[in-house]
């Protein structure tokens, strides 16, 4: 049997993801495009548009790169002014000069060897990247402990749900010390929501390391954790977004 890449199998559960999976501040979308250069926008693994849609409603010229077709789907009917094109980033050839490239919750799935090379190819001279990521942490430490102790009996090692946020800034800005971007920043958004228990589920089965499980063990896995969950769960977010600036 061929093993399926962990990059692509979100398209497996894609209504449950798009209904869990929370989107980004509103202020993270300001601040991006307040300090991107003027110019078109590309988007490096838009899913099925969690973030596309808020930068579409500010108007820009945006074309989206995501190699899931069941994602894309999602992404064209959600939003249907955007370009999409469908395959992974490292396929893509741009055909015009980027004022900003943004990947949110995918960068890491680009290949790590080429990933900046490709970026700094796809953008005009002062273009910025954005990249960011959000971190989901169940409030009360003891519940948080629990669901831990559920992923470590289930064999579930390469989740960071169940693990604290790691404090801003502790490692280092991925392009200190790369001479053909400047400008360097990092910046954490933080808040609140109550997830319904059964949205927390949805939100566990989008998440790569339980689509990784056999059926079965993830259905225990789940079980386990519907019987630890009351109705509902605080949970706080942290939104961290790295900037960079391609060098003139
Ligand atoms: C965790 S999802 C994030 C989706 C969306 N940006 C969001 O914030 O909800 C990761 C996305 O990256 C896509 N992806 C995986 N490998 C990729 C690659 N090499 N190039 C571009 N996108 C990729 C996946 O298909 C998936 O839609």
Known sequence: MVERARSVVFGEVVEQYDAARPGY???????VLAYAAPGPVLEVGAGTGKATAGFAARGVDLTCVEPDPRMAAVLTTKCPGVRVQIGKFEDYVPD???G???SAQAWHWVDEERRWDLAHAALAPGGAVAVFWNIYVVADPDLLAALAAVDERHGVSTSSLHRPAPPMGHAEHPLAGDARFTDLDERR?????????GRYLD???SISAY???APGTRDALLADMAALLGD???MAFATDLGLARRAQ
């Open 25 to 31: 501040p509103a202020q993270l979308i300001t601040d």
């Open 96 to 98: 015009q000069a980027f």
């Open 100 to 102: 900003l490239l943004y």
């Open 189 to 197: 958004y933080l808040g609140t929501s109550r997830y319904e228990a």
């Open 203 to 205: 939100l566990v089965r």
């Open 211 to 213: 689509r990784m499980l």
């Open 232 to 234: 509902d769960v605080e």
